[in-house]
């Protein structure tokens, strides 16, 4: 069975920082380009970031630049999003989605992050 499975999302001041990981199983993790995607209230669903199959491309969202990390650890089956300087703005359901070529195929089930004072 295919799984996609988010965790380190939580309440978070302003400035701060978390870092959510992505557990996959049930398929080649390796083989797949790994992306960050979130989707607040009453918006369309973002794409934050991006990493290529091997780690070697990396995109992210003007949004997030500079303050978000994207990562991934093959041998552990298992994607990251750090992210630093949180705003109110980042609050939102994240998603991390597996892609091969250019479409998308598995997607987890989301984790809330939530940026208040």
């Known amino acids: 069975q295919v799984q996609l499975v988010e965790s380190g999302g939580g309440l978070v001041q302003p400035g701060g920082s978390l870092r959510l990981s992505c557990a996959a199983s049930?398929?080649?993790?390796?083989?797949?380009?790994m992306r960050w995607y979130r989707q607040a209230p009453g918006k369309e669903r973002e794409l934050v970031a991006g990493?290529?199959?091997?780690?070697?491309?990396?995109n992210y969202a003007d949004s997030v630049k500079g303050r978000f990390t994207v990562s991934r650890d093959n041998a552990k089956n298992t994607a990251y999003l750090q992210m630093n300087s949180l705003k109110p703005e980042d609050t939102a359901v994240y998603y991390c989605?597996?892609?091969?070529?250019?479409?998308?195929?598995?997607w987890g089930q989301g984790t809330q992050v939530t940026v208040s004072s």
């Open positions: 989605n597996a892609v091969i070529g250019s479409r998308s195929k598995y």
């Open positions: 049930g398929f080649t993790f390796s083989s797949y380009a």
């Open positions: 990493i290529s199959s091997a780690g070697g491309t990396i």
